[in-house]
């Protein structure tokens, strides 16, 4: 029935909105939850809309979840408010070609190396790397390397706590580390927040970085997934032709967007609060635990 379609979508937002941008990995998630709760959307009409709007949605809902930060630091992003001074507007610009270096090696890998792959191989990146043992091997690993970084530094002072401070090398450093998110399970923030932590960031520094260099990551993904889809409906399937979307799967997208972007502006400010007092150890554990389970699921079915 359409109307369970519709209620998935919701929790489906709701888990997006949450795991985005806590260091927990919203693919580990959301495989998760589709295992047991799966997707149906378009089955009736190709035997591969399912996993292909899926495939879509799944990246389109990020669009939702990034205008959170958007929203929540506009005055922080948005270098025409005529109530920043000449020196924030400054500021503002330099943060932006900072995210912009950072935006650099995971795009390279991401688009570049993603088409090279498949067209040598037939699959890409996710094809080979998206799967339950993957997912649960990087919760596991990343897991233990936020423990030990944290109390590791526990002791530190940090040495980067403004954006101003941030310079292009180190930007490209943490571009790096947003590139090894490509592997599923490893969490887009935990990996960028992990680099931010070692390379020397405070906790809120690293924090805040780490969402503004969603931004593009997140707009560019959800592009390419979205003209990838239109590319498949518009004739580029098995059956040759152009296929008609339901109107109900574009309502179940909006949906899952709007719920994504509503509980995103909870967990980003959840997150902010918490870093200030704590630090990243607790979703280190929570990633074993959840790896683990994952782990002992899929190796049993």
């Known amino acids: 029935m359409i109307v369970f379609e519709y209620i998935k979508a919701i929790?489906?937002?709701?888990?997006?909105?949450i795991t985005e941008w806590l260091p927990i990995s919203s693919t580990g998630h959301i495989i998760l939850f589709d295992e047991f709760f799966p997707m149906t959307v378009g089955a009736e009409i190709h035997p591969d809309f399912t996993s292909e709007f899926m495939s879509m949605f799944e990246v389109v809902i990020q669009m939702g979840a990034i205008m959170a930060v958007v929203v929540l630091f506009w005055s922080k992003l948005w270098p025409f408010s005529k109530n920043a001074s000449r020196e924030e507007r400054k500021e503002i610009w330099q943060t932006w070609f900072k995210v912009c270096v950072a935006?650099?090696?995971?795009?390279?890998?991401?688009i570049v190396l993603d088409k090279v792959i498949?067209?040598?191989?037939?699959r890409?990146?996710?094809?080979?790397l998206y799967n339950g043992t993957v997912v649960a091997l990087m919760l596991i690993v990343y897991g233990i390397l936020f423990i030990i970084i944290e109390k590791r530094n526990a002791k530190k002072e940090p040495k980067i706590t403004a954006f101003s401070q941030i310079s292009y090398k180190y930007a490209f450093l943490l571009g790096v580390f947003q590139m090894l998110a490509i592997i599923p399970g490893t969490s887009r923030s935990g990996a960028t927040i992990l680099g931010a932590i070692l390379i020397g960031f405070s906790r809120t520094c690293g924090a805040e970085f780490s969402f503004f260099m969603g931004i593009p990551a997140m707009v560019g993904g959800s592009l390419i997934k979205a003209l990838g889809f239109l590319q498949f409906v518009g004739g580029e399937n098995s059956y040759g032709t152009a296929l008609s979307v339901p109107s109900y799967a574009w309502v179940i997208l909006a949906i899952a967007t709007v719920i994504a972007f509503a509980v995103s502006m909870i967990a980003i400010k959840f997150l902010m609060n918490f870093v200030k007092k704590h630090s990243f150890a607790?979703?280190?554990?929570?990633?074993?635990?959840?790896g683990i389970l994952v782990l002992v699921y899929f190796t049993l079915n």
């Open 11 to 17: 929790f489906l937002g709701i888990i997006e909105g």
């Open 103 to 110: 935006s650099v090696p995971a795009a390279a890998v991401g």
């Open 118 to 122: 498949e067209k040598i191989t037939g």
């Open 124 to 128: 890409d990146i996710d094809g080979w």
């Open 282 to 290: 607790p979703f280190g554990i929570y990633r074993i635990i959840l």
